[in-house]
């Protein structure tokens, strides 16, 4: 059985004082909680939720790496550097990072790498946009997302990895996947992780990220490839924060 991973992703917000109170409210309101929590913090906010979350069951991680160990990248950050603040998640190619700053496939497998090497465990993200839903391709573009991803890597090292299915059309636009629906992309991407490894594919987790919400969250939980929530608005309210992971329990 896998156990779920409710994960927060902050994108660019937060501040020292509201970090301090979200961690807090979060810390206080986790009781001997079933699954696995994380935040993806900002940056420039590790070192203080390093510090707050140290001791507690939420782990810490980071919205994106560098593929490259070192050298002249002004602005990135290294999986090396990430580990220096106690790092253990780091999302790749979340879709605001396709879209705004035109990760491709291939560098989003490059940073899937180069996490790993540093003991990181990537979150990958896939998903599509409306018109692709709409024209009949979502397996094809999701699914082949993946795939550039797992090539990059042997059995072993895609077993530590973590799916996040995002479905871009259905971010902070009102529309939204049926858990049905939902489902149905989940076990597409785990009949992929069976045709590279089926040992890691039974052990990969695929989170949903699609606006999950505490109103929705059971029913997408229920589901038997969804293996937890990549969460964005509402993990920056630790009431919604706690009820989703309170779901996955």
């Not at 998640?89 to 700053?101: F, N, P, T």
């Not at 871009?168 to 049926?178: E, R």
Request: proline share 2%; aromatic share 4%.
């Amino acid at each position: 059985m896998r156990r779920k991973l409710v994960a927060g992703n902050w994108k660019m917000n937060g501040s020292l004082a509201a970090n301090a109170a979200l961690v807090a409210g979060i810390k206080e309101g986790l009781s001997a909680q079933a699954c696995d929590v994380a935040v993806c913090v900002p940056a420039p906010y590790l070192a203080q939720v390093q510090a707050a979350v140290a001791g507690s069951a939420v782990a810490l991680g980071a919205q994106d790496v560098s593929a490259h160990a070192s050298g002249a990248y002004t602005g990135e950050v290294s999986a090396a550097m990430l580990n220096e603040f106690g790092c253990q998640y780091v999302i790749v190619g979340h879709s605001e990072r396709r879209a705004y700053h035109g990760e491709s496939d291939a560098a989003v497998a490059a940073k899937a790498v180069a996490a790993l090497k540093a003991g990181l465990v990537p979150v990958v993200c896939v998903g599509e946009t409306l018109a692709q839903r709409e024209a009949g391709k979502t397996n094809e573009v999701v699914g082949g997302q993946l795939d550039v991803v797992l090539e990059a890597l042997d059995a072993a090292d895609v077993a530590r990895i973590v799916v996040a299915y995002e479905p871009v059309w259905a971010i902070g636009t009102g529309k939204t996947a049926t858990p049905e629906m939902a489902q149905d992309v989940h076990a597409m991407l785990r009949a992929r992780l069976v045709v590279k490894s089926a040992e890691a594919a039974a052990k990969v987790r695929i989170l949903y990220g699609g606006s999950m919400k505490p109103d929705n969250a059971v029913q997408l939980l229920a589901m038997a490839d969804i293996d937890g929530g990549l969460i964005g608005g509402a993990a920056l309210k630790a009431v919604d924060f706690l009820a989703i992971i309170q779901a996955a329990a």
